[in-house]
């Protein structure tokens, strides 16, 4: 692809904006059409789509990454389509066959070349395939069709001035019910957090904590991230729950901690009020791979981890490996990166 965009890289922040190419594919009578990339990115559907009324629709999110020799490619893609296959089943969607996601995913980024941002810049072009109950319907029942879409953005690197720890507070409402949605990506999780969210910033955090919807005791997701802490005799702790959503950062970091780093790694709970077994904190998620968590508010007791200013060195070392296969600059674990191109 030739083409040149004007982007000014650094400047790249999260916000929308419309490439040239996405990928739709639609689901009729029990099956996938082929897909196609189309250029349009207004999408007509009836007024009585399922996703407009009851929430059925699923999403995900992932990364192209240039790397030094201007090759691109795709972090784990087979972990977003099973993740997006487990949120389906959970709203009586159909599956999308994994390897129809993966070649949309490739299809929209070789298409959308021109705006997958230099190596070195730390800016990515963010993926977000969705799916969407459509066609006539109105009683709560899965819908009869079905639109599958990759579009694409190109995204600043989430830190800018190098990695910086910031502060959370523990939210007395909760995302995901017991065993609800939790663990399933779908948008009424988000459209939940909303109003929390907006309190957390009000109060001057970076956003808020959420516990487990069921005693309020232990940790869950840290905003749209996965939480993990490291002992004092660095083991990697990160809790368990049926309503904390996978996150493929979260277990790819569990894998290099214990494979690359020689780390002991738990899943378990992590009670609010037992912060001080971990020296170090953070949130964990595509957006930022590791967000070090300064400290927590609970009540009225603030907590501070590592340092409010400065990262941990064991939260440093787990973002620089990870940052590095992702770029294509560390050597990964066998499966984990597809080449586009
Ligand atoms: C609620 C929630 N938790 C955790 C994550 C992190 O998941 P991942 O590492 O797969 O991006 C995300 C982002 O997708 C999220 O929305």
Known sequence: MSKNVNIDWSKLGFSYMKTDFRYISKWKDGQWDDGKLVEDNQISISEASTALHYGQQCFEGLKAYRTKDGSIQLFRPDQNAKRMND?????????????????????????????????????????????????????????????????????????????????????????????????????????????????????????????????????????????????????????????????????????????????????????????????????CGTAAVITPIGGIQHKDNFHVFYSETEVGPVTKKLYNTLYGIQFGDVEEPEGWIVKVK
């Open 87 to 283: 949120s389906c089943k959970r709203i009586m969607m159909p599956g999308i066959p994994e390897e129809k996601f993966i070649d949309a995913c490739i299809q929209v980024v070789k298409a959308n070349e021109a705006y997958v941002p230099p190596y070195g810049t730390g800016a990515t072009l963010y993926l977000r395939p969705f799916m969407i109950g459509i066609g006539d319907n109105i009683g709560v029942k899965p819908a009869p069709e079905y639109l599958f879409c990759v579009f694409c953005l190109p995204v600043g690197p989430y830190f800018k001035g190098g990695m910086t720890p910031v502060n959370f507070i523990i939210s007395e409402y909760d995302r995901a019910a017991p065993y609800g949605t939790g663990a399933a990506k779908v948008g009424g999780n988000y459209a939940g957090s909303l109003y929390p969210h907006a309190l957390a910033v009000e109060k001057g955090f970076a956003d808020c904590i959420y516990l487990d919807p069921l005693t309020h005791t232990k940790i869950e997701e840290v905003g749209a991230a996965n939480f993990f802490g490291i002992t004092k005799d660095d083991t990697f702790v990160t809790p368990v729950s049926p309503s904390i959503l996978p996150s493929i950062t979260k277990y790819s970091l569990m894998y290099l901690a214990k494979e690359y780093l020689g780390m002991k790694v738990e899943e378990r709970d992590v009670l609010v009020d037992r912060l001080d077994e971990f020296k170090e904190a953070g949130a």
